[in-house]
């Protein structure tokens, strides 16, 4: 479904990530894990277009995406949760979700989301400002779904969440996959959600990719040791 080749990106003159290959199977879910600093945030923003590619390919579906702006590989299918969020703080929870609904046209909130996230039927009529960081990051979710995509992209979803949501939300984006098959890559650096989660962990260390283990077989102790400081 997705496949990353060679993939160099650079900030300037400081290449970030060195020639990173991952593939990602329709359906699976992959958790990217390490410290901060490590390029998981980049390799995120790579993806989506927003940082350059210094050299190697991305595609999705055998297609191509490098030459791509970001809003070309959002009607490609591809989809992208932020760090932090960045909802629109002022607009309500439906006008959020539907700014999601410009890529492919449509004009009402599939009641599908609403059904995956019974809070923000509740308060669809509310500012995202006023939500707790859980139900924001349900809204963002929510938002990035509602371009109809093949692959999820979420940076850091669990970050300044509390521990029995992670749980849910761990529950939540495996029913996601499995309803609407979809692929979903998470940086992560939370060990328990990404078990939790993902068919297959790999951890990436000064931006290169030191393990990829499928989740039966991981050693968790072994991947600890990589994000602790």
């Known amino acids: 479904m997705l496949a990353i080749s060679d993939l160099h990106v650079a900030y300037g003159h400081a290449e970030v990530l060195h020639g990173l290959n991952v593939k990602v199977q ?25 940082v350059p590619t210094k050299s190697g390919s991305v595609t999705m579906n055998g297609q191509e995406l490098g030459a791509l702006k970001s809003y070309e590989r959002v009607a490609r299918g591809l989809a992208y949760v932020p760090q932090g969020r960045m909802i629109f703080s002022h607009m309500t929870v439906k006008e959020n979700i539907e700014t999601g609904l410009v890529a492919h046209g449509g004009k009402d909130v599939p009641g599908d989301l609403y059904e995956l996230f019974p809070v923000l039927l509740e308060m669809k009529g509310r500012r995202g400002g006023n939500l707790s960081g859980g139900q924001q990051q349900q809204l963002a979710i929510a938002r990035a779904l509602a371009t109809k995509p093949k692959v999820l992209l979420l940076d850091e979803p ?3 969440i509390q521990p029995s949501i992670i749980k849910d939300m761990a529950r939540t984006l495996k029913k996601i996959r499995d309803d609407k098959g979809l692929s979903i890559i998470v940086s992560e650096q939370v060990l328990s959600f990404a078990l939790d989660v993902a068919d297959r962990v790999l951890v990436i260390e000064n931006g290169e990719i030191v393990r990829d283990e499928a989740r039966a077989g991981i050693d968790a102790a072994q991947i600890a040791r990589y994000l602790s400081v």
């Open 26 to 50: 329709p359906n699976e879910i992959v958790a990217i894990m390490g410290r901060n600093g490590m390029g998981k945030t980049t390799l995120m923003k790579s993806l989506m277009g927003i």
């Open 158 to 160: 669990t970050e300044g």
